[in-house]
């Protein structure tokens, strides 16, 4: 419910200033999807928030022949768009293209998708994961590198004193792709996401999100799959055989699903995922 109390909104002119307000209690406001509905959730408004989108290198994307270097406050259709059609980052602009629907995709950014802890469904999440990202973060006197798979679990700690600032994507990955499992239909949010990476050294990496409550590596089944002939599994039948016995997620409940169900999901998920990668890599 909203309240009568005066809220502010100011538009930072520098990252130091961002970092002050926030020092001071201000909540960072990206597209708002999220934060807007804290009251729905029964959270309230926080008093003062501070958007970030005028600061140098927020919104743009950077694309080099090493790096993907994105702001925080690009939209998923921004880095959809940038990204359609780039070999190695399909999961991502999958994931950007994907979630929500259009309107949400407009104004929900790639800050937002990274730093709301309680928002287990966030599909830019296994993406990046499964693409080795690194964040970088401004902390109050020197810029901050982590890999995501760090930064994940952390995030409640380390955005108490930091902004995050950009995403950077190595481009070490040859292809990707991205699948996930809405229960009803296209705006609904995801009951499970499974994203596949193919490495330079051909190694397969999974990323799962939307299962637990952090989304992560699925490191059993990477090593797992490694082990087979040549590295890696001959089709995705045999991936999706091992994603069965070597399943060790804790499915989280809630609306849209049992925890049971999700983790029972993740085999299909994974066969889709790699057929379509290993087609990829088929394909000239
Ligand atoms: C009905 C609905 C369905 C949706 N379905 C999906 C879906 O399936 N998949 C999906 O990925 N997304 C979905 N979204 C969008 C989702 O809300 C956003 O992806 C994201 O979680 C919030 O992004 P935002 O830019 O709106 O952030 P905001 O709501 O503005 O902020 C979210 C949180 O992040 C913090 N924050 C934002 N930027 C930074 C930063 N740079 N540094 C530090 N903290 C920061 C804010 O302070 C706040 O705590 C959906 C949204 C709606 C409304």
């Given amino acids: 419910m909203f309240d009568n109390l005066e809220r502010s909104l100011t538009v930072a002119g520098t990252i130091e200033e961002a970092l002050a307000a926030k020092r001071h209690g201000a909540a960072i406001l990206a597209g708002g999807t999220w934060l807007m509905r804290d009251p729905r959730r029964g959270v309230d408004l926080p008093q003062a928030l501070i958007s970030l989108h005028a600061l140098a290198g927020m919104k743009t994307i950077d694309i080099s022949d090493d790096t993907i270097t994105i702001g925080a406050a690009v939209t998923h259709e921004a880095i959809g768009q940038a990204l359609r059609g780039l070999a190695g980052v399909e999961a991502v602009a999958i994931a950007a293209s994907s979630s929500a629907n259009p309107a949400i995709r407009r104004v929900a950014t790639l800050g937002g998708n990274l730093c709301t802890p309680d928002f287990a469904a966030a599909d830019l999440l296994p993406a990046l994961l499964a693409l080795d990202a690194i964040v970088e973060l401004r902390a109050a006197h020197a810029p ?58 051909r190694e397969i990496q999974i990323a799962v999100g939307s299962v637990e409550d952090v989304a992560r590596r699925w490191t059993k089944l990477e090593e797992v799959l490694s082990r087979e002939p040549g590295g890696r599994p001959a089709n995705a039948q045999i991936a999706a055989s091992h994603a069965e016995t070597c399943n060790d997620f804790e499915g989280r409940s809630g609306i849209e699903a049992d925890g049971w169900y999700r983790r029972q999901v993740l085999p299909a998920l994974v066969r889709r995922g790699l057929e379509s990668l290993l087609c990829k890599e088929q394909s000239p």
Avoid: E, N, W
Wanted: aromatic content about 4%.
């Fill in 144 to 201: 901050l590198r982590m890999p995501l798979a760090r930064f994940l679990p952390s995030r409640r700690q380390v955005l108490a004193d930091t902004i995050l600032t950009t995403v950077l994507i190595p481009r070490k990955i040859i292809a990707s792709t991205h699948v996930r499992l809405p229960l009803r239909r296209a705006g609904d949010y995801p009951v499970a996401i499974v994203s596949c990476a193919l490495s330079s050294k």
